[in-house]
């Protein structure tokens, strides 16, 4: 590896950085709110997928395993695909 100064590693392991305290919240803050919104989006994504289905007839069963949740939907594909996008 090359670095900045011989036996001494790169200089970037010494970089520093003095942000105000203001600055970093409203950061978080506004990540925090995209992340929230983008979730509540998905949420309405899924909620009018899941209805659109049942209005269908489709059978739509949700199973509970170890790593999480699985969708089943016995019907139309297209929206099957879109429900666990969503998901």
Do not use: I
């Not at 670095?3 to 520093?16: A, Y």
């Not at 269908?56 to 666990?84: I, M, N, T």
């Amino acid at each position: 590896m090359q670095t900045d100064r011989p036996n001494q590693g790169p200089l970037k392991s010494h970089w520093e950085f003095q942000y105000p305290v203001e600055r970093v919240l409203g950061a978080a803050r506004n990540q925090a709110k995209h992340r929230k919104d983008r979730l509540a989006w998905w949420q309405q994504e899924l909620d009018q997928s899941e209805a659109r289905l049942k209005e269908k007839g489709f059978e739509y069963r949700k199973q509970r395993h170890s790593s999480g949740e699985e969708v089943r939907v016995v019907g139309d594909p297209e929206l099957a695909r879109r429900v666990a996008e969503c998901a």
